[in-house]
């Protein structure tokens, strides 16, 4: 089948992988979670995204269909999560950072599951990565692998995850952009992607916007200067 639910957050990784959908899909739907975030930038954010992928639809050869905003905000009230409270982003006793939203991704493949089962799509599309992550357990292949089980199981209907960045570094991510839609997806993620801890959105860097502090930002802003010595290098091959 050639339909796909995109989990898209308005983040660079998330937004990849919705070009990465529209090239390899028909038909791709969205779904975005609002879970208190303090990062709630990030919301904005999609909707600019998805206005400029209509606008830009020759561009691609699957079609965008409607989105799905859910509202999860009384998740912040089960956990205490760096990300949903006012709180610092350091390392946890339990080896984790404090960033760590426990469930957030489990829960976020469940509902893309039941958006996919209805619209007769059997694969999620998802930006988790096992490279140059925070070690957040459920971004592992492995966690990934046993949800496709469960969530196979309680449709009784086959769903397929597919995580186009597991095995891709930031910059490698870059480069995935750059191959599914050169400068203009390069401009079109440092313009209007999120992806700051902080929700900052108003200082622009080389690499986008942002703090240029939180472990995000410093993590995209290696990333792109890696990707960008990578492209300078094969210009001069
Ligand atoms: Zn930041």
């Known amino acids: 089948m050639q339909k796909a639910v995109v989990l ?6 998330s937004s990849t992988c919705l ?11 969205t779904l975005g979670i609002s879970y208190g975030q303090k990062h709630s930038v990030e919301l904005a954010c999609r909707k600019t995204i998805l206005d400029i992928l209509k606008q830009d639809r020759d561009r691609f050869t699957g079609s965008l269909e409607e989105d799905h905003v859910i509202d999860l905000k009384d998740l912040a ?7 949903t409270n006012d709180k610092p982003i350091v390392m946890g006793a339990n080896g984790l950072p404090t960033s760590f939203v426990p ?3 489990v829960i976020f ?14 694969t999620i ?3 988790m990565s096992q490279v140059d992550y925070s070690g ?6 492995e966690t990934l692998k046993s949800m496709t089980q469960t969530l196979s199981l309680g449709l009784n209907s086959p769903i397929h995850i597919e995580a186009p960045l597991m095995h891709l570094s930031k910059a490698a991510t870059w480069a995935l952009a750059n191959e599914l839609g050169g400068e203009w997806a390069i401009n079109m993620l440092l313009e209007h992607t999120a992806t700051c801890y902080r929700g900052v959105h108003n200082k622009r860097h080389a690499w986008g916007y942002g703090c240029g502090e939180c472990p995000a930002c410093v993590l995209r802003a290696k990333g792109y200067a890696e990707f960008r010595d990578m492209l300078h290098n094969n210009r001069l091959e």
């Open 8 to 13: 898209f957050s308005g983040g660079q990784d």
């Open 19 to 29: 070009l990465y959908a529209l090239t390899h899909y028909a038909h791709v739907w």
């Open 77 to 83: 009230t089960l956990t205490d999560s760096a990300l």
């Open 103 to 105: 469930g957030r991704n």
């Open 109 to 122: 493949l469940s509902l893309a599951a039941a958006l996919a089962y209805d619209r007769g799509a059997d």
């Open 125 to 127: 599309i998802a930006g």
């Open 136 to 141: 957040y357990p459920d971004c592992r292949e």
